[in-house]
């Protein structure tokens, strides 16, 4: 089963762009990379996800290498709403595609 | 986006007493919900896929007799805790999955608090 692995916590400047990394050697052909982050004490929330390229939606880009082992998340302006736990996941396909959650990065944006 | 809603969002019952914690999909039928606990500054666990109109497949170290899971309808999963004691206080988070690539979409969460 792939796995992600993620620095623990992040800092970064409001209005900067944030960058999360995350690595996801044992990923297979037929993995998506999502991506969602959880504000305290609420659910977690959708950001974006892929397969191979590279995508971008209203609330952040997505950059996959093109071996696929590792992606980046990035959020272009961070403001202090963007302070939350970013989870990377790989969605296993095998049965109901469940979602294993990994530990997360804690990013935190400062004024 | 579409929706999950959890009911109650926050509960405070005594020890030895059972609670029920609903989620549904509020614009789009899910055959497929999981379940997820939460424990202060620590990562979601997933404790249980649940199948509509079949049993629940529970993660290894999840009690199933105490962590009863039902899935009658395509837009509606319950979890209920049985016999609760405090180790079981947690935030409890749902989550549906939507069409062929199955999107997951996650509930507020609901806070069990044992006393």
């Known amino acids: 089963d792939a796995k992600t692995t993620q620095p623990p916590s992040m800092d970064c400047a409001e209005g900067r762009a944030a960058n999360l990394p995350c690595n996801h050697s044992t990923i297979s052909g037929n993995e998506y990379v999502y991506w969602y982050r959880q504000i305290h004490s609420q659910g977690p929330q959708y950001i974006i996800h892929?397969?191979?390229n590279n995508e971008t939606n209203e609330m952040a880009s997505l950059i996959i290498t093109e071996d696929r082992k590792s992606s980046t998340l990035i959020l272009p302006h961070a403001t202090l709403r963007d302070t939350a736990v970013y989870y990377c996941?790989?969605?296993?396909?095998?049965?109901?595609?469940?979602?294993?959650f990994g530990t997360g990065t804690r990013l935190k944006v400062l004024a | 986006g579409a929706v999950v809603s959890q009911h109650p969002s926050r509960v405070i019952c005594k020890s030895g007493t059972s609670v029920k914690i609903e989620c549904r999909s509020l614009?789009?039928?899910?055959?497929?919900m999981f379940w997820y606990r939460q424990f202060p500054k620590q990562s979601l666990m997933l404790m249980a896929t649940?199948?509509?109109?079949?049993?629940?497949?529970?993660e290894q170290g999840v009690e199933k007799d105490k962590f009863l899971i039902n899935h009658a309808s395509l837009t509606l999963s319950t979890l209920t805790v049985t016999s609760a004691h405090p180790e079981d206080s947690s935030f409890y988070i749902c989550s549906a999955g939507r069409g062929v690539t199955g999107e997951l979409f996650f509930g507020e969460g609901s806070r069990l608090t044992v006393l």
């Open positions: 614009d789009f039928q899910a055959t497929t």
């Open positions: 996941i790989v969605r296993f396909t095998s049965g109901t595609y469940k979602y294993i």
């Open positions: 649940s199948n509509e109109g079949s049993k629940a497949t529970y």
């Open positions: 892929g397969l191979k």
